[in-house]
């Protein structure tokens, strides 16, 4: 920090990277007034030099060598928007070496390698700032660590992928068919030719291993999320979740009880008093439940160039400010909780399922035999003609039972003459509660 100049090294100028030099410049003022300092992006890293953009940069800043940036003596932040492990990871660790501070807005490295980052930026006194990498334009993170510090939060549930919210309210709206509606949402640019980490719900698996650490002060890893996506999901799966009053959203699920943690990503009915029912398309939310605090929700844009730079300029907002408090490297808080995970037995909820049956008699008897004994009480039951009135569709809404228990009779059910097929089996949240 020269001359009240904050010098700022951008690593990418993509989407995300452009619409923080538009907020950088656009916002300068509001900057300068809130941080009595001015921000300055001194050196960009891109691919291509010589590629025509939209934006207006200063003569020379633009280069394609990272070491202008984690080198430099002049930059005292590094901003990453170029995403993935590598070089983002090498970069980030070179800069904390230089004594730069950080924000970046990615949830792979931050979900896979932050620990290693935030010790690196602890023993070299520097902030290291992520805001950008969870639910992009809502301030979630800032709110678990600052606004719900005084609370112990209880439960975090998060619609944190914007092209499956979308591809689910499609499918929902329209009763259109899974592969229908990604086709459209590739040709729109919401979704990537290679679907996989958004579809197989890896994305939402690295936001909430992100938001499971800072929700629960625990030390969340990756594995520790367990993670099934959508395109198992289909078009009738959707109409009778409707005709029971739930709508079928790919859900991250934090919950904790008793100090016990589960952490999941999973396509979850969710009631449709809900407020999470109502997230429709791209957009974002994340409810949270506090002891103290109750129901919250956040709710707005996941991605998109301005949302997503707006989270990482506030970042370097605070750093700014540390800068001038001489705090930096000060804010973060270990996790000091001990990380212990919840078994089968020990994560409760209420399920839905959905069987094709022989339409013979006392088909529904033996169901509710191994249903009672395992323990597993209904809450709705839903019978329809299938396959011409030859076989029976039945759908079960169960009360609270252990994911233990409701494996164990999914598997029964499949060893059951009668039962040709159990097609689907969803958690559900939300409706009448224990
Ligand atoms: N692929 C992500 C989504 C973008 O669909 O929400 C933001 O991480």
Known sequence: MKNSKV????????????????????????????TGLSIEIAKVLVQNVEKTRSLKLAEGIVT?????????????????????????????????????????????????????IL???QERGCDVFYEASVAGGIPILRALVEGFSSDRITKMM???????????TKMSQEGADYTEVLKEAQALGYAESDPTADVEGHDAA??????????????????????KGISKVSAEDIAYAKKLGYEIKLLGIAQRDDGLIEVSVQPTLVHHTHPLASVNGVFNAVYVHGEAVGETMFYGPGAGELPTATAVV????????????????????????EKRLKS????VSKYFLRLIVDDKRGVLAQITRILAEHDVSLEQVLQQPYNGGTQSEII????????????????????????????SLYRVEGGEEK
């Open 7 to 34: 010098k700022v090294g951008l690593m990418g100028l993509g989407t995300v990277g452009t619409g923080v030099v538009r907020i950088v410049q656009g916002h300068q003022e509001d900057l300068q007034k809130q």
């Open 64 to 116: 394609t060598d990272a070491a202008d940036l984690f080198d430099n003596p002049e930059i005292d932040v590094i901003v990453e928007v170029i995403g993935g492990i590598q070089p983002a990871k090498e970069y980030i660790l070179k800069a904390l070496d230089n004594g730069k501070h950080i924000v970046t807005a990615n949830k792979d490295l931050m979900a896979l390698h932050g620990a290693e």
């Open 119 to 121: 010790s690196k930026a």
């Open 158 to 168: 998060g619609i944190v992928n914007g092209t499956t919210n979308y591809i689910m």
């Open 206 to 227: 690295r936001k909430m291993a992100i938001l499971g650490t800072l929700g629960f002060h625990v030390d969340m890893s990756l594995e520790d999320v367990d993670c």
């Open 314 to 337: 506030s970042d370097l907002v605070t750093v700014v400010k540390n800068m001038k408090l001489g705090v930096n490297g000060r804010s973060s808080v270990a996790p000091y909780r």
């Open 344 to 347: 089968d037995e020990q994560i």
């Open 396 to 423: 079960l809404i169960t009360h609270h039972a252990s994911r233990k228990n409701l494996f164990a009779v999914r598997e029964q059910f499949a060893e059951l003459e009668s039962i040709f097929e159990v097609k």
